[in-house]
């Protein structure tokens, strides 16, 4: 593909048969009209994501958002789910897998100029279909059927999921730490003998 660039890429018609139904519907067909949809693209940040999804999920109108990513989106659509399942407890999960066929249009580029050849002629195009995977993550105030696939309850125990440190205190590095006792090892000065260690 080095002689070639992208001149588009466009999706293509749905060919029935793929989960989720045609791409107008979206992957949860029974979702509330209040429902929020955030599209997470490549580029998206997540600061400017959780900020729109956090302030929508306060208000008590909103009972449900959705994260949609696909290609090289998909890992942060699972960072912004999961990072509104911390901040925000009692959020019921349903996660939907599909792909998106999307074709992509190369065209040749010029070769340097060689002799014969006419400045007019058409470069050579190339068509490629591409199945790119896509994700739905579906956050729910309200309880979901457990029996769908892909369900997660809620998290019993919002928060990090490792125990908080035991504090410690600063000291310097000659210091033992506390409770590991103050006492020394004698060490054996040089040339002393066994028996000189014991007396």
């Known amino acids: 593909m080095e002689n070639f660039r992208k001149v588009r890429s466009e999706e293509a018609p749905a060919g029935g048969g793929a989960e989720g139904g045609g791409p107008g519907s979206g992957?949860?067909?029974d979702l509330?009209?209040?429902a929020v949809h955030m599209r997470v693209k490549e580029g998206s940040k997540i600061r400017n994501l959780m900020a729109f999804a956090t302030a929508s999920m306060a208000q008590p109108a909103t009972r449900a958002i959705?994260?949609?990513g696909c290609g090289r989106a998909t890992t942060?659509?699972?960072?912004c789910a999961e990072i509104l399942k911390r901040r925000l407890a009692g959020?019921?999960?349903v996660t939907r897998l599909r792909y998106r066929s999307v074709r992509e249009v190369w065209q040749s580029l010029p070769p340097g100029p060689t002799q014969g050849q006419t400045p007019g002629e058409p470069a050579a195009s190339l068509s490629v279909l591409k199945n790119v995977p896509g994700l739905a993550i579906l956050l729910s105030k309200d309880a979901l059927d457990p029996r769908q696939p892909g369900y997660q309850p809620p998290n019993p125990h919002p928060g990090p999921s490792s125990p908080p440190a035991a504090p410690t205190s600063k000291r310097s590095l000659g210091e033992p730490a506390a409770g590991e006792g103050s006492a020394k090892r004698s060490q054996p000065e040089p040339g002393a003998t066994d028996e000189d260690q014991t007396a």
Not at 76 to 79: A, L
């Open 27 to 29: 992957p949860f067909a």
């Open 32 to 34: 509330a009209p209040g």
């Open 66 to 68: 959705v994260f949609s």
């Open 76 to 79: 942060k659509t699972v960072t």
């Open 91 to 93: 959020l019921h999960q």
